[in-house]
């Protein structure tokens, strides 16, 4: 995202310091409010504060937490609650947000929420690689288990050979991305033949993905020219700019943390966020955004399949096991024991994670795809209806 400290001058946000919706407080004294002025205000200072008490609630998880399947979860789970009270506050004042220069803002977010269909797609894609990765842990798990018997050279060849097929498909993101991406089923409808050949990363939208396109490319594409919004802009739309540049945000550091989580085509980070301080949730998104980059420094490797938590513990403990199954002489000795026996635990709860999350996770996803389609189906509606009235 641009950054805005360079893009405008002081005295623009300085104006929206001095009051919520950009309005100079001499101003609002000036004129007696009326009520429904105050229940609009009050309706998009209420929309303000849940979204910044449910991205503080999820930026005050720990390393431990962060980035893990049931994290993504509520972070899925808090972007569905603040889009759908988005959608209320559009449909509650459908005269107000079909005027200009509303209307314009309104139309941008709905071009953008639609580019976030493709990365929705392609993070179902994602998940439906990592099951695959699962059936491999579980043959592992199966092959290594001691509880009947003590571990023989046989567990050991069965178990490095699920460990190199394991290896081979999450080093191979590219070509399993284009295989997923072939059979990816759009969570809107079913595929015909030609959508598998629309060109170029911007023409896929609410269709699977095609071989070409590209998340970073995507990502770029949602953060384009979005600034917030200058305190002149803010008072011609009666504060709805708000709510508007907000949601914006929401929605780009989503889309960003799902790539950086779950493996898709031709991941990429590198998105300049940057939110003013006059947003009271831009302190907790601006920091997991911080913790999620500093993160992926430490992780990222060319190729790298994501930053779920789960992936890291599966990449560390598979990596250790191979290495011991390439080099291992038997009998164990009882320190080589211990080291499997610990990787077996870690892989067991990962699995675990799996089974309980990835379906939960999965559904989200669909319900995000969906509220997306129906908001913005629903937008277009009025905003045309208004656009044939204004003929």
Known sequence: MPST???????????????FFGVRQEQVHSVEPSHEADSCNLELGSFQKRVTDRFNALSGVGDDQLLSIEWMKKLLDAFI????????????????????PLDRLISEFFERSVKALDICNASRDGIEKIRMWQKHL??????LDSSKRALSEGQFRRARKALVDLALTML?????????SQRNRSFGRHNSSKDHH????????????????????QLQSIASNLIPPRGTEIAATSGFAVPVYTMNCILLFVLWTLVAAIPCQDRGLNIHFSVPRQFSW???????????????????RRNSN?????????????????DLADSVQFPLTDEQKMEVEQDLKTLMVVCE???????????????????????????LEYLGASSYTEQ
Not at 138 to 143: D, K, N, Q
Not at 172 to 180: A, H, T
Not at 306 to 322: A, D, F, M, P, S
């Open 138 to 143: 579980e043959i592992v798990l199966c092959a």
């Open 5 to 19: 400290d360079n893009q405008r001058p002081s005295s623009s946000m300085s104006s929206f310091g001095r009051s």
């Open 198 to 217: 629309s060109s170029g990363h911007s023409r896929s939208h609410s269709w699977s993905v095609s071989r070409s396109w590209s998340a970073a490319k």
């Open 353 to 379: 994670a799996f089974r309980d999350g990835l379906d939960p996770l999965e559904r989200q996803l669909r319900e995000v795809f969906r509220k997306i389609m129906t908001c913005r189906t629903e937008g």
């Open 172 to 180: 191979d993101e590219k070509d399993s991305g284009s295989v997923f």
């Open 282 to 300: 831009g302190t907790s998104v601006t920091s997991l955004h911080e913790r999620i980059t500093e993160e992926s420094k430490k992780r990222e």
């Open 306 to 322: 994501g930053l779920l938590k789960e992936i890291y513990q599966v990449e560390i403990c598979t990596r250790r096991l191979t």
């Open 81 to 100: 609650c603040c889009h759908e009270e988005f959608r209320a506050i559009l449909l509650n004042n459908k005269e107000q947000v079909s005027k200009f």
